[in-house]
């Protein structure tokens, strides 16, 4: 039996482990000291044995023993005094951050969102005082912040998940002998001059007459993507309808073999599905896929059109499709088409109609 002295309770192998961890790598000298306190007293090693041993007190070794038994290693942690009292609990904090992010109407407040002031003003008016400055710091400690409100939209397309699938599909592997065209137009874009530079003199630069009125009409940016080449077409258009597409669809049939298969990604717009569409696709050797209604796919060839506005600058310049090149590896270029020609100039190539 155990001598009738003060002992820390029978620990178990697992809290044995932690407080030999914690006599060694605790942050704080004060939990080492602790832990090694409990371990002696598990060898039945009296306080004041132990406190001769550590050069400690025999009452706090005593202390020691007593807070854990009672509330185990939440003791171990040194409870830091010195400075003002918290005037704001735990407690004070969780409703600080309920309030922020409920709407001040739906508490009677005539307004639709808080700031730091009125939500202080309002806290005050509840028993909390705070101020505006020590309101943000509260908030970004519980890691709310003021954010812009978001909009979210889910497809009701009943075919989603099927339409979903095949164009993931198809931009993780290129399908044997065939390539992933993804398509879509921005616009209406207009015509807009852009100053240049020149030498003059001081203060004196020439002046460009502003576009307040532009009679010049709009544009529309059409572009396709070869998904797995990285490869960008792009066209201006001057309106958009089917027969526009079914042209620029056309010109990228021609810069590839007809033997591949175009697997032509597009979205829902009514002219992007015209009768004309469908029936030259079935000849074509293209397959039409359709995206999902009010898509929530990523959609590369939109990104391109960010990114490389090169090349719509370029496009401006060029009366004719030609060839853009690449950023990254080879690919298929577009073949000249001469004016005013019903044939493709390329004799490489298969013979097909030119576009209308």
């Given at each position: 039996m155990r001598p009738p002295s003060v002992f820390v309770r029978t620990l178990a192998p697992v809290e044995?482990?932690?407080?030999?961890?914690?006599?060694?790598?605790?942050?704080h000298a004060?939990?080492?000291?602790?832990?090694?306190?409990?371990?002696?007293?598990?060898?039945?090693?009296?306080?004041?044995?132990?406190?001769?041993?550590?050069?400690?007190?025999?009452?706090?070794?005593?202390?020691?023993?007593?807070?854990?038994?009672?509330?185990?290693?939440?003791?171990?942690?040194?409870?830091?005094?010195?400075?003002?009292?918290?005037?704001?609990?735990?407690?004070?904090?969780?409703?600080?951050?309920?309030?922020?992010?409920?709407?001040?109407d739906s508490l009677g407040v005539p307004f639709t969102r808080w700031s730091l002031a009125k939500l202080s003003r309002y806290l005050r008016g509840q028993g909390i005082a705070i101020s505006p400055a020590q309101l943000g710091r509260v908030l970004k400690r519980a890691g709310v912040s003021f954010q812009r409100t978001r909009s979210w939209k889910q497809?009701?397309?009943?075919?989603?998940?099927?339409?979903?699938?095949?164009?993931?599909?198809?931009?993780?592997?290129?399908?044997?002998?065939?390539?992933?065209?993804s398509f879509d137009e921005k616009g209406p874009e207009s015509l807009c001059?852009?100053?240049?530079?020149?030498?003059?003199?001081r203060g004196r630069p020439e002046r460009l007459r502003a576009t307040d009125n532009r009679r010049h009409g709009v544009r529309y940016l059409v572009a396709a993507l070869d998904v797995h080449a990285d490869y960008l077409r792009a066209r201006l258009r001057p309106r958009r309808d089917g027969a526009s597409t079914l042209v620029f669809m056309k010109q990228i049939r021609l810069a590839y073999p007809r033997r591949l298969r175009l697997y032509w990604i597009q979205d829902n717009l009514s002219c992007h599905w015209t009768?004309?569409?469908?029936?030259?696709?079935?000849?074509?050797?293209?397959?039409?896929?359709?995206?999902?209604?009010?898509?929530?796919?990523?959609?590369?060839?939109?990104?391109?059109?960010?990114?490389?506005?090169?090349?719509?600058?370029?496009?401006?310049?060029?009366?004719?499709l030609g060839r853009?090149?690449?950023r990254h590896g080879p690919a298929h270029p577009l073949p000249q088409l001469a004016r005013g020609s019903s044939r493709?100039?390329?004799p490489s190539r298969e013979a097909t109609p030119a576009p209308n």
């Open positions: 044995g482990q932690r407080l030999k961890r914690l006599s060694k790598r605790a942050k004060s939990t080492r000291q602790r832990a090694m306190i409990l371990l002696a007293s598990q060898t039945l090693m009296s306080p004041p044995e132990i406190a001769r041993m550590l050069l400690s007190d025999e009452s706090h070794v005593r202390k020691v023993i007593h807070d854990f038994n009672e509330r185990g290693f939440d003791s171990l942690r040194p409870r830091f005094g010195g400075g003002r009292p918290r005037r704001i609990s735990s407690d004070d904090e969780q409703r600080i951050v309920a309030l922020a992010g409920a709407r001040p497809s009701p397309d009943p075919e989603y998940e099927a339409k979903a699938k095949r164009i993931l599909a198809l931009y993780r592997e290129r399908p044997p002998n065939g390539v992933v065209i001059p852009t100053q240049g530079r020149g030498w003059a003199r009768p004309a569409i469908r029936e030259w696709a079935a000849v074509s050797n293209v397959e039409l896929v359709p995206n999902p209604h009010l898509r929530q796919l990523p959609q590369p060839d939109r990104e391109s059109l960010r990114r490389d506005r090169r090349v719509r600058l370029r496009q401006r310049r060029l009366p004719r853009l090149r690449p493709a100039q390329d």
